[in-house]
Protein backbone atom coordinates (compact mmCIF):
# COMPACT_ATOMS: atom_id res chain seq x y z
CA UNK A 1 0.00 0.00 0.00
CA UNK A 2 2.98 2.36 0.87
CA UNK A 3 4.27 1.86 -2.41
CA UNK A 4 0.80 2.30 -4.32
CA UNK A 5 0.62 5.50 -2.23
CA UNK A 6 4.81 6.32 -3.22
CA UNK A 7 3.87 6.02 -6.55
CA UNK A 8 1.00 8.52 -6.84
CA UNK A 9 2.59 11.21 -4.66
CA UNK A 10 5.65 10.96 -7.12
CA UNK A 11 3.21 11.03 -10.45
CA UNK A 12 1.32 14.09 -8.22
CA UNK A 13 4.96 15.78 -8.17
CA UNK A 14 5.44 15.23 -11.57
CA UNK A 15 2.33 16.73 -13.07
CA UNK A 16 2.84 19.86 -10.78
CA UNK A 17 6.26 20.52 -11.71
CA UNK A 18 5.08 20.26 -15.33
CA UNK A 19 2.72 22.77 -15.11
CA UNK A 20 3.25 26.71 -16.28
CA UNK A 21 2.98 28.97 -13.24
CA UNK A 22 2.03 32.22 -14.97
CA UNK A 23 1.78 33.84 -11.75
CA UNK A 24 5.60 33.26 -10.87
CA UNK A 25 6.38 34.01 -14.34
CA UNK A 26 4.43 37.52 -14.45
CA UNK A 27 5.91 38.54 -11.19
CA UNK A 28 9.68 37.93 -12.78
CA UNK A 29 8.47 39.69 -15.59
CA UNK A 30 7.41 42.79 -13.40
CA UNK A 31 10.58 42.59 -10.78
CA UNK A 32 12.78 42.22 -14.25
CA UNK A 33 10.62 45.32 -15.49
CA UNK A 34 11.68 47.18 -12.26
CA UNK A 35 15.46 46.10 -12.36
CA UNK A 36 15.92 47.62 -15.63
CA UNK A 37 14.05 50.38 -15.24
CA UNK A 38 16.88 51.76 -12.45
CA UNK A 39 19.30 50.31 -14.79
CA UNK A 40 18.25 52.17 -18.00
CA UNK A 41 18.23 55.13 -16.00
CA UNK A 42 22.47 54.94 -16.59
CA UNK A 43 22.41 55.75 -19.98
CA UNK A 44 19.27 57.96 -19.96
CA UNK A 45 21.59 60.19 -17.86
CA UNK A 46 24.73 60.75 -19.85
CA UNK A 47 23.75 64.27 -21.43
CA UNK A 48 23.35 65.49 -18.05
CA UNK A 49 26.34 63.95 -16.34
CA UNK A 50 28.25 64.43 -19.42
CA UNK A 51 27.27 68.58 -19.33
CA UNK A 52 27.78 68.77 -15.66
CA UNK A 53 30.71 66.64 -15.27
CA UNK A 54 32.38 67.71 -18.40
CA UNK A 55 33.03 64.47 -19.47
CA UNK A 56 34.27 63.33 -23.21
CA UNK A 57 32.53 60.19 -25.14
CA UNK A 58 35.44 58.21 -24.47
CA UNK A 59 34.06 58.62 -20.09
CA UNK A 60 30.97 58.44 -20.80
CA UNK A 61 31.80 55.25 -22.56
CA UNK A 62 33.95 53.97 -19.58
CA UNK A 63 30.74 54.69 -17.36
CA UNK A 64 28.86 51.99 -19.61
CA UNK A 65 31.84 49.48 -19.37
CA UNK A 66 31.86 49.79 -15.69
CA UNK A 67 28.42 48.95 -15.03
CA UNK A 68 28.45 46.23 -17.50
CA UNK A 69 31.51 44.48 -16.48
CA UNK A 70 30.72 44.40 -12.61
CA UNK A 71 27.51 43.12 -13.84
CA UNK A 72 28.88 40.95 -16.66
CA UNK A 73 32.34 38.87 -14.96
CA UNK A 74 30.07 38.03 -11.74
CA UNK A 75 26.97 36.41 -13.35
CA UNK A 76 28.60 33.12 -14.17
CA UNK A 77 30.48 32.60 -11.00
CA UNK A 78 26.81 32.96 -9.40
CA UNK A 79 24.84 30.89 -11.98
CA UNK A 80 27.41 28.60 -11.39
CA UNK A 81 27.42 28.54 -7.60
CA UNK A 82 23.66 28.60 -7.80
CA UNK A 83 23.39 25.82 -10.00
CA UNK A 84 24.89 23.38 -7.37
CA UNK A 85 23.58 25.39 -4.45
CA UNK A 86 20.63 27.35 -4.88
CA UNK A 87 19.87 30.97 -2.94
CA UNK A 88 16.16 31.59 -3.07
CA UNK A 89 16.45 34.88 -1.67
CA UNK A 90 19.47 36.27 -4.36
CA UNK A 91 17.09 38.20 -6.27
CA UNK A 92 16.28 40.46 -3.10
CA UNK A 93 19.99 40.38 -1.84
CA UNK A 94 20.78 41.66 -5.49
CA UNK A 95 18.31 44.56 -5.14
CA UNK A 96 20.17 45.75 -2.43
CA UNK A 97 22.75 46.36 -3.98
CA UNK A 98 21.70 48.14 -6.77
CA UNK A 99 19.37 50.30 -4.42
CA UNK A 100 22.73 51.18 -2.81
CA UNK A 101 23.78 52.31 -6.47
CA UNK A 102 21.05 54.20 -6.85
CA UNK A 103 21.13 56.66 -3.72
CA UNK A 104 25.23 56.85 -4.61
CA UNK A 105 24.69 57.94 -8.02
CA UNK A 106 21.78 60.38 -6.93
CA UNK A 107 24.56 62.02 -4.65
CA UNK A 108 27.79 61.99 -7.20
CA UNK A 109 29.60 64.53 -7.85
CA UNK A 110 32.57 63.31 -9.35
CA UNK A 111 33.51 60.77 -12.29
CA UNK A 112 35.16 58.54 -9.66
CA UNK A 113 31.83 58.54 -7.27
CA UNK A 114 29.49 57.96 -10.52
CA UNK A 115 31.90 55.11 -11.77
CA UNK A 116 31.37 53.28 -8.12
CA UNK A 117 27.60 53.71 -8.24
CA UNK A 118 27.25 52.03 -11.79
CA UNK A 119 29.21 49.65 -10.45
CA UNK A 120 27.19 48.47 -7.54
CA UNK A 121 24.27 48.65 -9.90
CA UNK A 122 25.81 45.91 -11.87
CA UNK A 123 26.37 43.60 -8.86
CA UNK A 124 23.14 44.08 -8.54
CA UNK A 125 22.15 42.27 -12.21
CA UNK A 126 25.22 40.63 -11.65
CA UNK A 127 22.78 38.72 -8.84
CA UNK A 128 19.67 38.94 -10.31
CA UNK A 129 19.87 37.26 -13.54
CA UNK A 130 21.43 34.19 -13.61
CA UNK A 131 18.67 32.61 -10.46
CA UNK A 132 15.76 35.03 -11.95
CA UNK A 133 16.46 32.79 -15.42
CA UNK A 134 16.44 29.86 -13.66
CA UNK A 135 13.15 30.81 -11.98
CA UNK A 136 11.73 31.25 -15.25
CA UNK A 137 12.61 28.25 -16.41
CA UNK A 138 11.24 26.20 -13.07
CA UNK A 139 7.91 28.15 -13.68
CA UNK A 140 7.76 27.33 -17.78
CA UNK A 141 6.07 23.94 -17.48
CA UNK A 142 8.30 23.00 -20.49
CA UNK A 143 7.37 26.00 -22.67
CA UNK A 144 10.97 27.28 -21.80
CA UNK A 145 10.82 29.83 -24.70
CA UNK A 146 7.61 31.20 -23.86
CA UNK A 147 8.91 31.64 -20.55
CA UNK A 148 12.70 33.49 -21.12
CA UNK A 149 10.50 35.95 -23.58
CA UNK A 150 7.86 36.58 -20.74
CA UNK A 151 10.81 37.60 -18.20
CA UNK A 152 12.65 39.22 -21.05
CA UNK A 153 9.43 41.65 -22.08
CA UNK A 154 9.90 42.96 -18.59
CA UNK A 155 13.28 43.49 -18.67
CA UNK A 156 13.28 45.21 -22.02
CA UNK A 157 9.76 47.08 -21.38
CA UNK A 158 11.74 48.95 -18.20
CA UNK A 159 14.91 49.37 -20.10
CA UNK A 160 12.37 51.53 -22.75
CA UNK A 161 10.67 53.40 -19.51
CA UNK A 162 14.17 54.66 -17.81
CA UNK A 163 14.57 57.35 -20.27
CA UNK A 164 11.01 58.64 -20.40
CA UNK A 165 11.23 58.78 -16.49
CA UNK A 166 14.51 60.37 -16.77
CA UNK A 167 13.56 63.16 -19.11
CA UNK A 168 10.11 63.74 -17.44
CA UNK A 169 11.84 63.69 -13.64
CA UNK A 170 15.93 63.83 -14.17
CA UNK A 171 16.63 65.71 -16.50
CA UNK A 172 14.37 69.09 -15.58
CA UNK A 173 14.98 68.57 -11.81
CA UNK A 174 18.19 67.72 -11.62
CA UNK A 175 20.81 64.61 -10.76
CA UNK A 176 19.73 64.40 -7.19
CA UNK A 177 16.00 63.06 -8.45
CA UNK A 178 17.42 60.05 -8.92
CA UNK A 179 17.05 58.68 -5.57
CA UNK A 180 13.01 58.75 -6.20
CA UNK A 181 13.65 55.78 -7.85
CA UNK A 182 14.57 53.84 -4.67
CA UNK A 183 11.35 53.52 -4.53
CA UNK A 184 10.69 51.66 -7.32
CA UNK A 185 13.72 49.09 -5.87
CA UNK A 186 12.01 48.68 -2.41
CA UNK A 187 8.92 47.95 -4.19
CA UNK A 188 10.93 45.54 -6.36
CA UNK A 189 12.47 43.58 -2.79
CA UNK A 190 8.89 43.06 -1.66
CA UNK A 191 7.69 41.32 -4.52
CA UNK A 192 11.17 39.20 -4.99
CA UNK A 193 10.65 38.37 -1.16
CA UNK A 194 7.23 36.59 -2.28
CA UNK A 195 8.76 34.76 -5.89
CA UNK A 196 11.41 33.32 -3.16
CA UNK A 197 8.89 31.70 -0.88
CA UNK A 198 7.43 29.94 -4.05
CA UNK A 199 11.18 28.99 -5.09
CA UNK A 200 11.66 27.16 -1.27
CA UNK A 201 8.37 25.43 -1.42
CA UNK A 202 9.13 23.77 -5.23
CA UNK A 203 12.66 22.14 -5.11
CA UNK A 204 11.20 19.66 -7.00
CA UNK A 205 11.05 21.40 -10.06
CA UNK A 206 14.99 22.07 -10.10
CA UNK A 207 16.71 18.89 -12.57
CA UNK A 208 19.56 17.30 -11.83
CA UNK A 209 22.40 17.52 -14.33
CA UNK A 210 21.67 13.56 -14.84
CA UNK A 211 17.96 13.22 -14.86
CA UNK A 212 17.88 16.86 -17.70
CA UNK A 213 20.66 14.89 -19.92
CA UNK A 214 18.40 11.73 -20.05
CA UNK A 215 15.26 13.89 -20.84
CA UNK A 216 16.82 15.92 -23.25
CA UNK A 217 17.40 13.89 -26.16
CA UNK A 218 20.38 15.57 -27.95
CA UNK A 219 23.72 13.68 -28.29
CA UNK A 220 26.02 15.77 -29.29
CA UNK A 221 29.68 15.47 -29.04
CA UNK A 222 31.64 17.83 -26.43
CA UNK A 223 33.26 19.19 -29.50
CA UNK A 224 30.61 20.01 -31.08
CA UNK A 225 28.45 21.54 -28.17
CA UNK A 226 31.80 23.80 -27.65
CA UNK A 227 31.51 24.83 -31.39
CA UNK A 228 27.95 25.51 -30.97
CA UNK A 229 28.33 28.05 -27.72
CA UNK A 230 31.02 29.92 -29.27
CA UNK A 231 29.09 30.92 -32.24
CA UNK A 232 26.28 31.82 -30.38
CA UNK A 233 28.51 34.14 -28.29
CA UNK A 234 29.76 35.70 -31.41
CA UNK A 235 25.94 36.13 -32.46
CA UNK A 236 25.67 38.11 -29.45
CA UNK A 237 28.88 40.25 -29.84
CA UNK A 238 26.99 41.48 -32.91
CA UNK A 239 23.86 41.92 -31.48
CA UNK A 240 25.16 43.51 -28.43
CA UNK A 241 27.98 45.69 -30.19
CA UNK A 242 25.31 46.96 -32.41
CA UNK A 243 22.93 47.71 -29.75
CA UNK A 244 25.58 49.60 -27.78
CA UNK A 245 25.54 52.03 -30.46
CA UNK A 246 21.56 52.82 -29.66
CA UNK A 247 21.05 52.33 -26.80
CA UNK A 248 24.72 54.62 -25.41
CA UNK A 249 24.90 56.82 -28.28
CA UNK A 250 21.65 57.35 -29.80
CA UNK A 251 20.30 60.41 -27.97
CA UNK A 252 23.97 61.87 -28.93
CA UNK A 253 23.53 60.79 -32.73
CA UNK A 254 19.86 62.57 -33.00
CA UNK A 255 21.17 65.53 -30.98
CA UNK A 256 24.39 66.03 -33.18
CA UNK A 257 22.72 65.29 -37.05
CA UNK A 258 19.29 66.38 -36.40
CA UNK A 259 19.84 69.02 -34.05
CA UNK A 260 16.74 67.67 -31.54
CA UNK A 261 16.86 68.33 -27.89
CA UNK A 262 17.57 66.65 -25.20
CA UNK A 263 13.96 65.67 -24.02
CA UNK A 264 13.35 65.16 -27.36
CA UNK A 265 15.93 63.06 -28.09
CA UNK A 266 14.73 60.86 -24.48
CA UNK A 267 11.50 60.15 -26.00
CA UNK A 268 13.04 58.93 -29.50
CA UNK A 269 14.99 56.65 -27.38
CA UNK A 270 11.71 55.56 -25.62
CA UNK A 271 10.61 54.80 -28.84
CA UNK A 272 13.37 52.45 -30.28
CA UNK A 273 13.08 50.82 -26.43
CA UNK A 274 9.75 50.29 -26.53
CA UNK A 275 9.88 48.53 -30.11
CA UNK A 276 12.92 46.02 -28.18
CA UNK A 277 9.82 45.48 -25.28
CA UNK A 278 7.65 44.87 -28.08
CA UNK A 279 9.61 42.70 -30.07
CA UNK A 280 10.85 40.36 -27.02
CA UNK A 281 7.92 37.94 -26.80
CA UNK A 282 7.70 37.27 -30.16
CA UNK A 283 11.26 34.69 -30.38
CA UNK A 284 10.52 32.63 -27.32
CA UNK A 285 7.11 30.97 -28.48
CA UNK A 286 7.65 31.51 -32.02
CA UNK A 287 11.22 28.97 -31.38
CA UNK A 288 9.31 26.72 -29.29
CA UNK A 289 7.14 25.92 -32.78
CA UNK A 290 9.25 26.35 -35.52
CA UNK A 291 12.73 26.02 -33.93
CA UNK A 292 14.91 28.49 -32.13
CA UNK A 293 17.85 28.48 -34.89
CA UNK A 294 15.25 29.97 -37.65
CA UNK A 295 14.55 32.63 -34.80
CA UNK A 296 18.26 33.16 -34.57
CA UNK A 297 18.59 33.85 -38.32
CA UNK A 298 15.38 36.28 -38.63
CA UNK A 299 16.51 38.51 -35.66
CA UNK A 300 20.03 39.11 -36.34
CA UNK A 301 20.68 39.00 -40.21
CA UNK A 302 16.84 40.26 -40.72
CA UNK A 303 18.35 43.64 -38.84
CA UNK A 304 20.82 43.80 -41.59
CA UNK A 305 19.06 46.01 -44.27
CA UNK A 306 18.03 48.53 -42.00
CA UNK A 307 20.80 48.71 -39.91
CA UNK A 308 22.73 49.39 -43.39
CA UNK A 309 20.00 52.29 -44.21
CA UNK A 310 19.57 54.57 -41.20
CA UNK A 311 22.78 56.31 -41.62
CA UNK A 312 21.11 57.95 -44.45
CA UNK A 313 17.62 58.60 -44.25
CA UNK A 314 16.25 61.58 -42.28
CA UNK A 315 14.65 61.78 -38.65
CA UNK A 316 11.43 60.56 -39.48
CA UNK A 317 12.96 57.89 -41.10
CA UNK A 318 15.88 57.29 -38.48
CA UNK A 319 12.91 56.62 -36.27
CA UNK A 320 10.67 54.07 -38.41
CA UNK A 321 13.70 52.26 -39.38
CA UNK A 322 14.75 51.66 -35.06
CA UNK A 323 11.78 50.56 -34.98
CA UNK A 324 11.87 47.79 -37.38
CA UNK A 325 15.45 47.59 -35.78
CA UNK A 326 14.23 46.90 -32.37
CA UNK A 327 11.51 44.86 -33.06
CA UNK A 328 13.59 42.37 -35.30
CA UNK A 329 16.80 42.32 -33.11
CA UNK A 330 14.89 42.10 -29.76
CA UNK A 331 13.63 37.89 -30.28
CA UNK A 332 17.27 36.69 -30.78
CA UNK A 333 17.88 36.61 -27.36
CA UNK A 334 15.46 34.65 -25.57
CA UNK A 335 16.11 31.61 -28.27
CA UNK A 336 19.69 32.33 -28.18
CA UNK A 337 19.50 31.44 -24.81
CA UNK A 338 17.31 28.73 -24.53
CA UNK A 339 19.29 27.12 -27.17
CA UNK A 340 22.06 27.18 -25.30
CA UNK A 341 20.34 25.85 -22.39
CA UNK A 342 19.48 22.75 -24.91
CA UNK A 343 22.55 22.41 -25.87
CA UNK A 344 24.36 21.95 -21.88
CA UNK A 345 20.97 20.39 -19.56
CA UNK A 346 21.18 20.86 -16.31
CA UNK A 347 23.29 23.67 -15.98
CA UNK A 348 20.82 26.44 -16.53
CA UNK A 349 21.78 28.86 -13.77
CA UNK A 350 25.69 28.76 -15.61
CA UNK A 351 24.32 29.23 -19.43
CA UNK A 352 22.16 32.35 -17.79
CA UNK A 353 24.73 33.89 -15.95
CA UNK A 354 27.12 33.32 -19.24
CA UNK A 355 24.86 34.38 -21.62
CA UNK A 356 23.77 37.59 -19.85
CA UNK A 357 27.35 38.31 -18.22
CA UNK A 358 28.38 38.13 -21.74
CA UNK A 359 25.57 40.05 -23.44
CA UNK A 360 26.23 42.47 -20.77
CA UNK A 361 29.91 42.49 -21.39
CA UNK A 362 29.88 43.27 -25.34
CA UNK A 363 27.40 46.42 -24.37
CA UNK A 364 30.23 47.56 -21.85
CA UNK A 365 33.15 47.04 -24.14
CA UNK A 366 31.37 48.29 -27.22
CA UNK A 367 29.96 50.83 -25.45
CA UNK A 368 33.83 51.66 -24.58
CA UNK A 369 35.41 51.11 -27.88
CA UNK A 370 32.53 53.09 -30.04
CA UNK A 371 33.10 56.17 -27.28
CA UNK A 372 37.02 56.11 -28.11
CA UNK A 373 35.59 55.90 -31.78
CA UNK A 374 33.60 59.14 -31.70
CA UNK A 375 35.97 61.16 -30.48
CA UNK A 376 38.31 60.29 -32.99
CA UNK A 377 36.04 60.56 -35.75
CA UNK A 378 32.19 61.61 -35.31
CA UNK A 379 29.45 59.65 -34.23
CA UNK A 380 27.77 59.87 -37.57
CA UNK A 381 30.63 57.62 -38.59
CA UNK A 382 30.21 55.11 -36.21
CA UNK A 383 26.81 54.63 -37.18
CA UNK A 384 28.24 54.16 -40.77
CA UNK A 385 30.70 51.23 -38.84
CA UNK A 386 27.81 49.64 -36.93
CA UNK A 387 25.97 48.88 -39.76
CA UNK A 388 27.65 46.28 -40.74
CA UNK A 389 27.53 44.19 -37.70
CA UNK A 390 24.34 42.42 -38.09
CA UNK A 391 26.16 40.75 -41.13
CA UNK A 392 27.85 38.19 -38.66
CA UNK A 393 23.86 36.53 -38.08
CA UNK A 394 25.31 34.65 -41.50
CA UNK A 395 27.12 32.58 -38.85
CA UNK A 396 23.67 31.13 -37.41
CA UNK A 397 24.61 28.18 -40.31
CA UNK A 398 26.97 26.57 -38.98
CA UNK A 399 24.46 25.70 -35.59
CA UNK A 400 23.12 21.97 -35.25
CA UNK A 401 19.87 21.67 -35.18
CA UNK A 402 19.11 20.12 -32.30
CA UNK A 403 15.38 20.57 -32.55
CA UNK A 404 15.15 18.13 -35.65
CA UNK A 405 17.67 15.72 -33.04
CA UNK A 406 15.05 15.92 -30.18
CA UNK A 407 12.37 15.16 -32.53
CA UNK A 408 13.98 12.17 -33.68
CA UNK A 409 14.82 10.99 -30.26
Known amino acids: METVLEAEETAAARITAEKTVFSVLLALSFTHLLNDTIQSLIPAIYPLVKDSLHLSFSQVGLITLT ?7 LQPLVGLYTDKRPQPYSL ?10 LVCLALSHSFAMVLLSVALVGVGSAIFHPEASRLAYMASGGKH ?3 QSLFQVGGNTGSSLGPLLAAAIIVPFGQLHIAWFSLVALLAIVVMLRISRW ?6 RIKP ?11 LSKGRVAFALFILLILIFSKYFYMASLTSYYTFYLMDKFHVSVQDSQVYLFVFLFAIAAGTFIGGPVGDRIGRKYVIWISILGVAPFALLMPHVNLL ?3 VLSVFIGVILSSAFSAILVYAQELV ?20 VGSALLGELADRTSINYVYQVCAY ?13 IEGKRKAA
Open 345 to 364: PGKVGMIAGLFFGFAFGMAG
Open 317 to 319: WTV
Open 67 to 73: FQLSASI
Open 199 to 204: YLNNPQ
Open 389 to 401: LPLIGLLTGFLPN
Open 92 to 101: AIGMGFTLLG
Open 145 to 147: GMA
Open 209 to 219: KKKAVASGGIQ
